[in-house]
T-cell receptor, first 115, second 119 residues
Framework: AQSVTQPDIHITVSEGASLELRCNYS??????LFWYVQSPGQGLQLLLK??????LVQGIKGFEAEFKRSQSSFNLRKPSVHWSDAAEYFC?????????????FGGGTRLMVKP | GAVVSQHPSWVICKSGTSVKIECRSL??????MFWYRQFPKQSLMLMAT?????????EQGVEKDKFLINHASLTLSTLTVTSAHPEDSSFYIC???????????????FGPGTRLTVL
């Protein structure tokens, strides 16, 4: 079964520092991978997605993610974190089944930004 | 970009009452909408998938008689929590897949969520 794991429940970084959020997936074929961000009490906003092609994907708000098949990873990165980036981040993979495709989410990583 | 709205944003109700939550795709048609439930500090759990004009497909463990889903049009899906109890209190989020984008994109757009509190 397809699944996605986010090993870090909480991460704290200083404003201006670089950020990397980890995501590992288990899936037999080439996965469709996503990163979403959720601010407190809000819905999810799509940061970026990977379907095929270039393994380094650029997203909104200065985020990027790199698909590494050998490591089954799709880590999210940002070179310089802003205080407004504090939020919950979810990695997700498409789960394929006979009736269609559905997103399966990782447990999430809560990012806190120190001034 | 694709926008999904939910109404209401907040709802507080007494135990035993039913609550309806609406999910609308504002600028695109959605053949498929999804309903998720999120408990505090936890991830999203898919409850059901609804396709326009057909019955919803529920995930294992989700009571279909408890959580009624109707997808009457290409822009509207509703979730009705029937005879709500305190344990139904949660954050409910819907998402919609853009029909025009085609199956290869498989991108879901999420609503802002509805916080349900059952007293």
């Amino acid at each position: 079964a397809q699944s996605v794991t986010q090993p870090d429940i909480h991460i704290t970084v200083s404003e201006g520092a670089s950020l990397e959020l980890r995501c590992n997936y288990s899936y037999g074929a080439t996965p469709y991978l996503f990163w979403y961000v959720q601010s407190p009490g809000q819905g999810l906003q799509l940061l970026l997605k990977y379907f095929s092609g270039d393994t380094l994907v650029q997203g909104i708000k200065g985020f990027e993610a790199e698909f590494k098949r050998s490591q089954s990873s799709f880590n999210l990165r940002k070179p310089s974190v802003h205080w407004s980036d504090a939020a919950e981040y979810f990695c997700a993979v498409i789960r394929r089944y006979s009736a269609g495709n559905m997103l399966t989410f990782g447990g999430g990583t809560r990012l806190m930004v120190k001034p | 970009g694709a926008v999904v709205s939910q109404h209401p944003s907040w709802v507080i109700c007494k135990s035993g009452t039913s609550v309806k939550i609406e999910c609308r795709s504002l600028d695109f048609q959605a053949t498929t909408m999804f309903w998720y439930r999120q408990f505090p500090k936890q991830s999203l759990m898919l409850m059901a998938t609804s396709n326009e004009g057909s019955k919803a497909t529920y995930e294992q463990g989700v009571e279909k008689d408890k959580f009624l889903i109707n997808h009457a049009s290409l822009t509207l899906s509703t979730l009705t929590v029937t005879s709500a109890h305190p344990e139904d209190s949660s954050f409910y989020i819907c998402s919609a897949r853009d029909r025009s984008a085609g199956p290869s994109t498989d991108t879901q757009y999420f609503g802002p969520g509805t916080r349900l509190t059952v007293l």
